[in-house]
């Protein structure tokens, strides 16, 4: 393995581990569901990838000049489905949201004697 490649390497992993470490505290740290989503999301795409891309460099160098499919093809699978994932959570988080506050107007309505608009 070249010096460049082990450092391409190196450099790739350093990447994933700290996007990783970020997502992770982002989780624990943020306050609502939709703030708490989007630290996962950058982990699993950037910090995973980085690093499926590091392993995907690190064993296709090693004498056989064939490309590792096998880190490139959950790479493509990890960057298709990890937004389409963290886009329906919002969805129905959001959802979830705007039928809370309808039942909570509908409560407060039925307290003031109004009726509800149909």
């Known amino acids: 393995m070249?010096?460049?490649?082990?450092?391409?390497?190196?450099?790739?992993?350093?990447?994933?581990?700290?996007?990783?470490?970020?997502?992770?505290?982002?989780?624990?740290?943020?306050?609502?569901?939709?703030?708490?989503?989007?630290?996962?999301?950058?982990?699993?795409?950037?910090?995973?990838?980085?690093?499926?891309l590091a392993s995907a460099i690190f064993f296709s160098s090693g004498g056989s000049v064939a490309?590792?499919?096998h880190e490139l093809a959950i790479l493509l699978f990890l960057f298709i489905t990890a937004p389409i994932t963290a886009h329906l959570l919002a969805k129905a988080a959001l959802h979830r949201q705007t039928m809370r506050s309808d039942e909570a107007d509908a409560a407060t309505r039925a307290?003031?004697?109004?009726?509800?608009?149909?």
């Open 67 to 69: 490309i590792s499919l």
């Open 2 to 52: 070249s010096p460049i490649s082990e450092a391409t390497v190196a450099a790739l992993i350093v990447l994933g581990a700290l996007f990783v470490l970020l997502g992770s505290v982002g989780l624990a740290r943020l306050p609502d569901f939709l703030t708490r989503l989007h630290g996962p999301t950058k982990a699993t795409t950037v910090g995973v990838g980085a690093i499926l």
């Open 111 to 118: 307290d003031d004697g109004r009726q509800a608009p149909e």
